[in-house]
């Protein structure tokens, strides 16, 4: 078996502007580090754009909120429109919104399939901040809720599971799958922080949210006991038939967004945690999406401790 590595050059195109942290030299950061030998034998595709992405889409998504993103893109030679205060549109933020999702789609594809045995997506705009209704933090739509609810649809995937531990609070996610007891989320996030949700009394519609919130100045001690005794008990007790990553890795030390403490030691104990909880009960089915990571060396580092940790578990 193997590890799929999906991603596409249409994703520099969403072109945030000078300053902006969620910038396009993230990806150039980690196409330089997924060059080395030691993923020579990453199967490399390109994110698609596809005919039923917008079908995807509307799973998590009202037509409405999508009518109306795709109404606010700016042609090409017009100034970025924003969504929000720091979240916005440039002439190729549409085209590269839909082959994020394209890319979370042909990911599920291929692990429901079982042509590889998980998948990373290098991803951009990232996703784990847009609610059902709206964009927020740097995120258009949200890639990962719609890539396992296009598990259940396509597949029949029952039980969706999420576990994200970017520096910030997936409530994008949460207020997606907040409903549905089939669906789980759970997070790992500094508190406070933005967006200001996560607090442990967050716990969905029948406990099918666990939030685990650190303080500022934690590190891997205390990130690890967080996952021990909060995510890996309740994603156990879940059981679910696909298991997806919002792999942020903001919450290194390097990052200048947050204040957390965690090593790039830190994120491949947690992906090779993860890749087991999926051994045990989803066939090892996992579908890992980039969200944040703000410090280009960090960043890199740490996306390349965790996609080998995924390589290692397919091999």
């Excluded at 596409?8 to 150039?28: A, I, K, N, Q, Y």
């Excluded at 291929?110 to 045995?117: E, L, N, S, T, Y």
């Excluded at 995120?139 to 296009?150: H, R, T």
């Excluded at 599971?161 to 907040?178: C, E, K, L, R």
Aim: with cysteine; proline share 5%; charged share 25%.
């Amino acid at each position: 078996m193997s590890t799929l590595y999906l991603t596409h050059p249409s994703f520099l195109l969403h072109d945030t502007g000078p300053g902006h942290p969620e910038r396009p030299d993230r990806l150039r950061a980690i196409e330089k580090a997924m060059s080395h030998e030691i993923f020579g034998s990453l199967v490399r595709e390109e994110a698609p754009l596809r005919d039923d992405a917008l079908d995807a889409i509307a799973l998590a998504h009202p037509e409405q909120y999508i009518e109306h993103i795709k109404g606010a893109r700016p042609s090409e030679g017009e100034d970025p429109v924003y969504l929000d205060g720091d979240t916005l549109l440039s002439s190729g933020s549409w085209e590269a919104a839909l082959r994020a999702v394209g890319a979370g789609m042909r990911a599920v594809d291929a692990v429901m399939a079982g042509a590889h045995k998980n998948a990373f997506c290098a991803v951009r705009p990232c996703g784990h901040h847009a609610e059902a209704n709206r964009a927020m933090g740097f995120c258009i739509f949200a890639n990962v809720a719609v890539a396992g609810l296009y598990a259940r649809q396509k597949y029949g995937a029952e039980r969706i599971a999420v576990v994200d531990f970017d520096v910030h609070h997936g409530n994008g996610t949460q207020d997606i799958f907040w409903s549905d007891r089939n669906l789980f989320l759970a997070s790992t996030h500094q508190m406070p922080l933005y967006p200001g949700t996560g607090a442990l009394n967050e716990t969905g519609v029948d406990k099918n949210i666990c939030n685990a919130p650190l303080r500022p100045g934690d590190g891997g001690e205390r990130f690890r006991e967080a996952f021990e005794a909060r995510v890996l008990p309740e994603l156990h007790a879940f059981k679910p038939d696909i298991l997806l990553i919002s792999a942020g890795f903001d919450a290194h030390e390097a990052d200048p967004l947050a204040n957390l403490r965690l090593k790039e030691a830190d994120f491949a104990w947690a992906t090779a945690r993860l890749l087991d909880v999926a051994d045990q009960h989803c066939g090892g089915r996992v579908v890992s999406m980039l969200e944040g990571g703000y410090d280009l060396t960090a960043l890199a580092r740490s996306v390349g401790v965790h996609v080998r940790a995924m390589m290692q578990a397919a091999a």
